[in-house]
């Protein structure tokens, strides 16, 4: 069965302050790794799709990275308004199902 | 506005009604999903419908049952609600595999 956990649970920054989130999978025949960003009572919003080991997506201070076990979502230097749930999600080769992780919740502190 | 909208927003009933929500989607997508987010936030894929087929049928209590009239709606019915299925069930929707696309939610709360 396809597996996704993200770490942390949860992460306080201040502003300015970068760091990583990270999403380890284990997804058979991985099709696709998505990033989505969640704000509270909305659903979640689409950032990034990769494809294949070593691919790299950026968008604004946002730059998602992929390995053969794990992706990476690095916020650099960070703005209150980046506060939010980010959630992670593989795509296998059965269909088009999402597996999501549980999601890291991030609070940046001006 | 191009989007995934659902109604109603927020659901409040008692235990062992039936309930319905309904989904529609602008973006001319052949796919669309039921997804259901618990109390942890956890979502988990429910139902999928490629061109008002169903092709994705996770382990669901036969409680709930999907429905696409068209390629641009699919809506959920819930048969005998339980304390359970308080949860945000979300819609969503997308093209030639490409990501989903998800709509606002829907606050389901039994009592």
């Known amino acids: 069965e396809d597996q996704v956990t993200q770490s942390p649970e949860a992460l306080r920054l201040q502003e300015g302050e970068s760091s990583s989130l990270n999403c380890s999978y284990t997804?058979?025949?991985?099709?696709?790794l998505f990033w989505y960003r969640q704000d509270p009572g909305k659903g979640p919003e689409f950032l990034f799709t990769?494809?294949?080991a070593g691919e790299e997506k950026e968008k604004e201070r946002l730059k998602a990275t992929l390995t053969k076990k794990e992706s990476f979502l690095h916020i650099t230097a960070p703005k209150p308004e980046d506060s939010a749930t980010y959630l992670c999600a593989g795509k296998g080769a059965a269909g088009n199902k999402l597996t999501f992780g549980g999601g890291t919740r991030v609070l940046v502190k001006p | 506005d191009t989007a995934v909208s659902q109604t109603p927003k927020y659901l409040v009933t008692q235990m062992g009604n039936d309930k319905s929500i309904k989904c529609e989607q602008n973006?001319?997508?052949?796919?669309m999903y039921w997804y259901k987010q618990d109390s942890k936030k956890f979502l988990k894929i429910m139902f999928s419908y490629n061109n008002k087929e169903l092709i994705i049928n996770e382990t669901v209590p036969n409680r709930f049952s999907p429905k696409s009239p068209d390629k641009a709606h699919l809506n959920l019915h819930i048969n005998s609600l339980e304390l359970g299925d308080s949860a945000v069930y979300f819609c969503?929707?997308?093209?030639?595999?490409?990501?989903?696309?998800f709509g606002p939610g829907t606050r389901l709360l039994v009592l």
């Open positions: 973006l001319g997508h052949d796919t």
């Open positions: 969503a929707s997308s093209q030639d595999g490409q990501a989903p696309y």
């Open positions: 990769l494809y294949s």
């Open positions: 997804v058979s025949g991985l099709r696709g």
